[in-house]
């Protein structure tokens, strides 16, 4: 009985061999170009197989669905939908530079429609495909069997032109990728020239007659320094922008009207995004979104309203739709079956090396040739010379063979020539066929001399490859399509341009619920109509407009950027939307403060508090963003602190600071450095084991407030300022409780407070009690002031907040003196 055998192997091991085989696969045989013929195999095995079946471009056209059979048949057995979209992509003049295949019927489109099926289409090799082809039959480059050893096909094909850089390429395998943009031809070979001519050529140099990339779809590039970036490492980046005009129509509006887009980019789908930011009034200013492109060429325009910012607007759509798009060089292709990250200098010198080899071949291909037809044509013309005898020899031969030997015999010929003289027919033997032979032998002599001139000298060899280029130069050139700009622009837009200005309330609870509501909305409710959560309360109710925007801080020390206009708009009478929708935050993470903004200015300063007793003041314009939506580092606290406030000021404001042991610092805001943004801060009180910072309030420093702290006995306090003595940053500060031996007043809230201010107090039992701080009477700083809330029934106080007003946004004031 056999015994069966079975090898004990690793997952890792199994997996890791065949993944590698795989990879190396699709690297070398599937989805990389060669960096000699700009082909991927797949797109060579389409290009052999229809030159094979004499599908060219001379001859009619031939179902595409005839070709795709050949191609699996004879040379890649993969799915036809592949054979298929690689062939149509190869006839689709807004992708390749150079269409390498002529087709009747649809091709797809720009709109990224699908082609029609590939029994309905027709196909041919285009004229310039046939210079890529051209002398393969001359043993120009190596063969291989292919998939199942029947025929042979092309290791590469001969590539007359630069074909990697005109039509460039893109594609994806495992582990490397490529992005190679197609070039104007008539430059790739000037630069391929220039090349041969001065083998230390530098990429300034050849930049000099080959600009940067020319895409089929036109638009215009920004940067040279990418493209030189590029064309130095492989890799760089540049922007494409679609070409645009501004037109002046009836009644004294504009249109703007895109005649080119990016290459790549779907028309269809920048049309859809351009209207739909007209439709969710992301833009304000777009009236209508047309898209009238036919057979005569590309033409979309966005029709604008009245008085609108036409350049404005323009810059918002190459900033936030596909009509400015990057474009990132990967250039990477296979050398010596290798895939190599290459520069403009490498892929150039890949093109040269591979001609000179193909000519060194067909020159000798045609050399043979020529010497073997002279050695017959010589043998013929002696024939000739003594033709009666020739034909008394063959007379007397019993057959062809025998002719051919005593031929040789008597008269020294070859055995090629023999066989030329024995099947030379009668009518050939006229004085004119003489003549002819003996003119093809003096051409075939010189011919034979061109030939070895070419292989004997390097230069001479060279000479004759630029020759044949600047043959196809002029023959298939064409002008150039994009327009190249040195310099990148910098978009600028006024967003008051492009958001439809509107006066709008904005609400902001301590439970992260936002909302906008219309004027209308809010003028026909009561204040009391707001819908919260229990227990929730508002943090911030302001008058903006949308052009407004706001910063949201969290205990986290970190900020939220929101524009006012990006808020949803929610009726008054219904909860807003949860800040989650737009950010994630920790789960113990709260807001704490918002603070709106209508222009970000150096002249105002944001200041913190944090728990521990850090203290921070920041310009506010350190806080402009265009990260909107996301959770930033407002302020850098340290382990296990939080903050606690954040207040914004105009440089003149004075500072007031409250533990939670009742002690009470009053110092200017002068007192603390402006830092950045990630900065941590400054001590801000003195503080003892197990004391915090309850709140940090500010007030301008000719004003004269009450101070108002709660505690969380249920007790209220009033008192002015003048029971303090204005000091310096991070002192003990003076106490403002009356120390108690048991059950000492602890501070729940601390607030400045002026007329028609409320407090709200709120328990341990969920009791929520408001108070009018100012109907209190004065206290001095040792009293422990009046009990409003009766802790034995409604449980201690909790938390305690000043009740928000209607307020308008912190107007900026003029500089004092």
Do not use: C
Not at 429 to 458: F, G, H, V
């Amino acid at each position: 009985m056999q015994q069966e055998k079975f090898l004990d192997l690793s997952l890792e091991e199994v997996i890791g061999d065949r993944f590698g085989r795989y990879s190396k696969y699709i690297i070398q045989d599937r989805a990389l170009p060669d960096a000699r013929d700009g082909l991927k195999p797949v797109q060579r095995r389409i290009l052999y197989a229809m030159h094979m079946e004499k599908n060219t471009f001379d001859k009619g056209f031939r179902k595409a669905a005839k070709t795709v059979g050949t191609v699996i048949g004879n040379y890649h057995p993969h799915g036809d939908t592949s054979v298929y979209e690689a062939m149509v992509r190869l006839s689709q003049d807004w992708k390749l530079q150079e269409e390498l295949i002529e087709m009747h019927g649809n091709n797809g489109s720009i709109d990224g429609d699908p082609p029609a099926a590939m029994r309905y289409t027709e196909a041919r090799l285009s004229q310039i495909a046939s210079e890529l082809l051209r002398d393969i039959d001359k043993e120009t480059v190596d063969f291989i069997y292919n998939f199942d050893e029947t025929t042979l096909e092309p290791v590469v094909l001969p590539a007359k032109f630069p074909n990697l850089l005109v039509n460039g390429s893109t594609g994806i395998s495992a582990g490397y990728a490529t992005d190679i943009p197609p070039h104007n031809l008539e430059e790739v070979i000037d630069a391929v020239i220039m090349r041969m001519d001065k083998p230390q050529a530098t990429v300034e140099q050849l930049m000099k007659v080959m600009q940067g990339p020319d895409f089929p779809t036109g638009g215009i590039i920004q940067g040279v320094d990418g493209i030189k970036k590029a064309y130095e490492t492989g890799r760089g980046r540049i922007i494409v922008r679609g070409k645009t005009e501004i037109e002046a129509i009836r009644g004294g509006r504009e249109q703007i009207v895109i005649e080119e887009i990016p290459y790549e980019v779907n028309k269809a789908a920048m049309v859809k995004k351009i209207d739909e930011l007209r439709i969710d009034r992301k833009i304000e200013g777009i009236a209508e979104v047309r898209d009238e492109s036919d057979r005569t060429g590309l033409r979309v325009v966005v029709e604008l309203r009245k008085d609108a910012d036409a350049t404005g607007i323009l810059n918002y759509l190459y900033k936030n739709t596909d009509l400015q798009v990057s474009y990132n060089f990967n250039m990477v292709a296979i050398e010596d079956k290798t895939p190599k990250l290459m520069s403009l200098q490498q892929i150039l010198d890949a093109f040269i090396n591979h001609q000179k080899e193909v000519v060194t071949r067909q020159v000798t291909f045609d050399l043979n040739k020529a010497k073997n037809r002279a050695h017959i044509i010589e043998g013929l013309i002696r024939a000739l010379s003594i033709l009666d005898e020739v034909i008394t020899m063959i007379r007397s031969s019993k057959d062809k063979g025998d002719a051919k030997k005593n031929l040789m015999k008597a008269f020294d010929f070859t055995e090629a020539q023999a066989e030329a003289i024995v099947n030379l027919q009668l009518y050939r033997l006229t004085n004119t066929d003489i003549t002819q032979l003996e003119n093809e032998a003096k051409e075939l002599e010189r011919n034979i001399q061109s030939y070895e001139a070419i292989l004997a000298s390097e230069a001479t060899l060279m000479k004759t490859i630029k020759k044949d280029l600047r043959e196809i130069k002029k023959k298939f050139k064409s002008p150039r399509l994009t327009v190249v700009e040195e310099k990148i622009e910098e978009l600028k837009i006024n967003i008051e341009v492009l958001i439809p200005s509107e006066d709008v309330v904005v609400s902001v609870t301590k439970d992260g619920y936002l909302k906008r509501t219309s004027l209308r909305s809010y003028g026909a409710s009561n204040n009391d109509d707001l819908t919260m959560k229990e227990l929730d309360y508002l943090i911030g109710l302001y008058e903006l407009n949308t052009t407004d925007h706001l910063l949201l801080f969290t205990t986290k020390g970190r900020f939220i950027y929101f524009p006012v206009h990006e808020l949803p708009d929610i009726r008054w009478r219904d909860l807003g939307a949860h800040i989650s929708h737009f950010t994630s935050l920790a789960e113990d993470e709260r807001l704490v403060r918002v603070i709106p903004v209508q222009a970000f200015s150096d002249k105002k300063y944001l200041v913190f508090f944090t728990r521990n007793g850090m203290i921070k003041r920041t310009e506010l314009d350190k806080y402009e963003t265009q990260r909107q939506g996301r959770a930033m580092i407002a302020i850098n606290l340290r382990k296990d602190d939080e903050l606690i406030d954040v207040h914004e000021t105009n440089g003149y404001s004075d500072i007031f600071l409250a533990s939670n042991t009742g002690y009470g610092l009053w110092y200017h805001e002068s007192e603390v450095n402006p830092t950045g943004q990630r900065t941590a801060g400054v001590k801000a009180m003195n503080l003892r084991d197990e004391e915090f910072i309850v709140s940090g309030q500010i007030f301008e420093d000719l004003a004269d407030p009450s101070l108002v702290l709660v505690t969380q006995r249920g007790a209220v306090k009033r008192m002015g300022l003048t029971e303090f003595e204005k000091t310096t940053r991070a002192k003990r500060g003076l106490h403002m409780l009356r120390e108690l031996k048991s059950k000492p007043h602890r501070v729940v809230g601390f607030f400045t407070a002026n007329e028609n201010d409320s407090i709200s107090i709120q328990t341990a039992n969920g009791v929520t009690h408001s108070i009018y701080p100012l109907e209190l009477s004065m206290s001095d700083r040792v009293s422990n002031g009046s009990f409003v809330i009766d802790t034995d029934h409604d449980g201690e106080v909790t938390e305690a907040w000043k009740e928000i007003t209607y307020e308008k946004p912190f107007e900026v004031e003029d500089e004092k003196e």
